[in-house]
Every structure is written in structure tokens, then in C-alpha cells.
């Protein structure tokens, strides 16, 4: 398989409408922090929405990775010869230890 026909493949696990409506709002919710901090803002506040920020980029993350396990779940299972699906695992697992 090519890398730009598996690139399509994840990506046809994403709903780009939805995530885009996501990540607009977590533009819209830094935006408002930097316009908290110019106001001088009570900063409990301020932690406050950039705890938001947070839950909400974890969040965006989460239904990626979820994407892409998704896809290599499936070619693991295609996948014949168990050193090619070991190597597919490791992968998964440095995937995982970074997105955490």
C-alpha cells in the first residue's frame, strides 16, 4: 500500500467538519485568554479557560489516535508474517506513549 493511499484511509476515520468546528472553538477559547490577560482578568479565571484549552486539544487527540488505531488495528490483522505485525505493534505503542 502507498503512504498517500494509506494516508486516505485514516483520514476517512475523521469527520472534518466536526473536528474543524472543534478546533475553531479552541482558536476562539485561546484568542479569549490572551484578551483575559490583556484585560488583567482575575488569573483563577484565566486558568480556568486554559484548562478548557486542554480538555479540548486532549480531546481533538483522542478521536486521532483512536483514527489511527483504527487503521493499524485492521493492517495488523492483515499482515501474514508476525515479525511485520510486532514491528506494527511497536509502533502503536510509541503512538501511545507520546499522545499520553
Not at 476517512?12 to 472553538?25: A, M, P, T, V
Not at 476562539?28 to 482578568?41: I, W
Amino acid at each position: 500500500m502507498k503512504k498517500k493511499e494509506k494516508r486516505r484511509i485514516e483520514y476517512s476515520h475523521i469527520d472534518f467538519d466536526d473536528e474543524g468546528k472543534r478546533l475553531n472553538r479552541i482558536i476562539g477559547q485561546v484568542e479569549g485568554v490572551r484578551k483575559m490577560l490583556e484585560d488583567q482578568r482575575k488569573l483563577e479565571d484565566v486558568l480556568i479557560q486554559c484548562k478548557a484549552i486542554h480538555s479540548a486539544l486532549k480531546s481533538v487527540e483522542s478521536r486521532i489516535v483512536k483514527a489511527h488505531l483504527e487503521v493499524a488495528l485492521d493492517e495488523i490483522m492483515s499482515l501474514e508474517k508476525r515479525k511485520k505485525r510486532e514491528e506494527k505493534i511497536a509502533e502503536l505503542e510509541e503512538l501511545y506513549k507520546q499522545a499520553s
